[in-house]
């Protein structure tokens, strides 16, 4: 659920990039805000693979390697 | 020594011991197809790592990728959603790990063909991954000779620059097959990515430090986010990446489901790190050259010409690692889709040669075919043939997805979907018929998904869902 959450967040940032370029027109810490906030969300992108990584797939990778092809 | 004389020696080197580890593979390889295109389906987590960073970061990201954030910006950051790929290779790669190493698949179009009980369906999804593979390998071959020029000064110009490149890439991929590529890949993609780390750290330097870059990013107008639907696009047109053949091809030469997986989720971090250098290189160069340069392909050559020459000779070594390493995997992924795929159909039995030796020749002969088109696309746009190629993939979303999660596609579906999918591209891309200013890959997924769902509906027929579902383990 936590990383489904983590894609969720990222896909939040980046598809409501034009809604906030509109809203926030400044700029803070002398950088563009939208590009900073564009970085993180990457933090929440690759927190939700490790998590969906860690829970899903390498169960069925332990799976697959158990049984002699 | 003169800057160009230590360049060529730094290549001449760099080449020699490309060719050593070359003759290395070569005494480790045996003489079947199978070692030839897949190293006997026992690569490691490092090596396959390596060789996958390698085959995904190509010139494209190297020379193309700081030279469109220096043209272009802001709006060229669409190069970060690669990193979101994990996502979706994940549970695709390890099914096609599942099933490849089953059924000792070569090339992606055999599981197709196989899954939809079509010999027609593996024909023309062969066809459609050779089609995305050339304009890509081309790419790869022009930014070689471009980088060459630039760095060179013209003593080695473009023409001879892809000359050496494609020489180099024959020497070794002709003896050591995919063990060569997945050994040189390694090498090559650990050097480029060190090189790219320093050229970071020197360009922030030659700016005048953090804050100075920071500043004059920010107040340039290429900092802005002018988010158009064309953004959108490439968010979606990315998802056919790992549909390219060699990239499926990783899946199968894994030596066990846990290595490809653990291999897929570092990918995504090691893009993220990469493509972030690749963004500072190209927005410092904002302040390098703020009135511009006339070819904005040679920025990378530009900063190191300008602030260390010699250190250029390296960065020309990176983009030459860069790009030989992605061309050889395209190449041998060329290769086996026309010996697996493609030779029963147009030779039959009429061929006295061993398959093995067929392998090689047609590996070979694609090379010289790729390096005649790049020597006539000098002036082409590298990004351009590096998105044609990919997007042209994005007909496989239906039929691949299909096989896995929907129990009612169908052949007709499968095969009319791919078709009008890839026709649509085409039209798309090279006439004015469709006016709507979308991107090919937008018009192929629309169609090909509304034709597989229509036709399979229509014209059902069996498949080998269930037998693929029990393999996997999900029923």
């Known amino acids: ?69 | 020594m003169s800057v160009v004389n230590f360049t060529i020696l730094i290549l001449v080197v760099y080449l020699v011991g490309l060719k050593l580890v070359s003759i290395l593979a070569h005494k480790k390889s045996e003489k079947n197809t199978s070692d030839y295109f897949l190293a006997s389906r026992n690569v490691g987590l490092f090596l396959l790592l390596a060789t996958t960073v390698a085959s995904v970061f190509s010139t494209a990201t190297v020379v193309a990728g700081p030279a469109n954030f220096y043209g272009k910006g802001t709006d060229y950051l669409w190069y970060f959603f690669l990193v979101m790929l994990p996502i979706v290779m994940m549970p695709f790669m390890l099914k096609f790990y599942r099933i490849g190493s089953l059924k000792r698949f070569v090339t992606p179009a055999q599981m197709l063909g196989d899954f939809y009980n079509s010999k027609s369906i593996q024909v023309v999804a062969a066809i459609v991954g050779l089609v995305s593979l050339i304009p890509y390998a081309v790419a790869q071959l022009v930014a070689v000779g471009k980088t060459f020029d630039s760095l060179t000064a013209g003593v080695i110009n473009y023409e001879f620059g892809v000359t050496i490149a494609a020489i180099g890439i024959g020497m070794y991929l002709f003896f050591g097959g995919s063990r060569a590529v997945i050994w040189t890949d390694a090498i090559q993609g650990v050097l480029f990515s060190i090189l790219l780390v320093i050229s970071a750290f020197l360009t922030i330097k030659w700016v005048g430090g953090l804050e100075v870059f920071a500043s004059v990013y920010a107040n340039s107008p290429k900092s802005e986010f002018n988010v158009s639907f064309r953004f959108y696009e490439y968010l979606i047109s990315w998802f056919s990446f790992f549909f390219l053949p060699y990239i499926w091809q990783r899946a199968y030469m894994a030596k066990s489901a846990k290595t490809l997986t653990i291999n897929i989720a570092l990918f995504g971090v090691i893009v993220f790190v990469l493509f972030f250098i690749v963004w500072i290189i190209g927005t410092a160069s904002l302040s390098i050259f703020p009135d511009g340069i006339s070819d904005v392909d040679n920025v990378l050559g530009a900063i190191f010409a300008k602030h260390a020459p010699y250190f250029g000779a390296f960065v020309l070594v990176a983009a030459f690692a860069a790009g030989m390493s992605t061309v050889d995997s395209q190449l041998l992924s060329t290769g086996s889709i026309i010996s697996k795929d493609l030779k029963d159909v147009f030779f039959k039995d009429k061929l006295k040669i061993s398959e093995f030796s067929f392998a090689r020749l047609v590996t070979i002969l694609t090379l010289v075919f790729i390096y005649f088109l790049s020597i006539g696309l000098k002036s082409a746009s590298i990004i351009d043939l590096v998105v044609l190629g990919i997007s042209f993939c994005i007909v496989f979303v239906p039929v691949v997805s299909g096989m896995f999660y929907w129990k009612r596609s169908s052949k007709a579906g499968a095969l009319i979907s791919l078709l009008f999918g890839a026709l649509s591209f085409l039209i798309n891309q090279f006439t004015d018929i469709i006016t709507y200013d979308l991107l090919s890959s937008t018009v192929a997924l629309v169609v090909s998904v509304i034709s597989f769902i229509v036709f399979s509906l229509i014209f059902p027929s069996s498949t080998k869902y269930d037998e693929y579902q029990k393999i996997l383990k999900r029923s």
């Open chain 1, 1 to 69: 659920m936590i990383a489904i959450l983590c894609f969720c967040i990222y896909f939040f940032v980046i598809i409501t990039i034009p809604l906030r370029v509109i809203i926030i027109d400044s700029l803070i810490f002398n950088f563009p805000l939208d590009v900073l906030i564009f970085f993180i969300s990457h933090i929440f992108l690759l927190l939700g693979i490790h998590l969906r990584f860690k829970n899903r797939y390498l169960y069925f990778a332990d799976l697959y390697d158990k049984e002699d092809l």
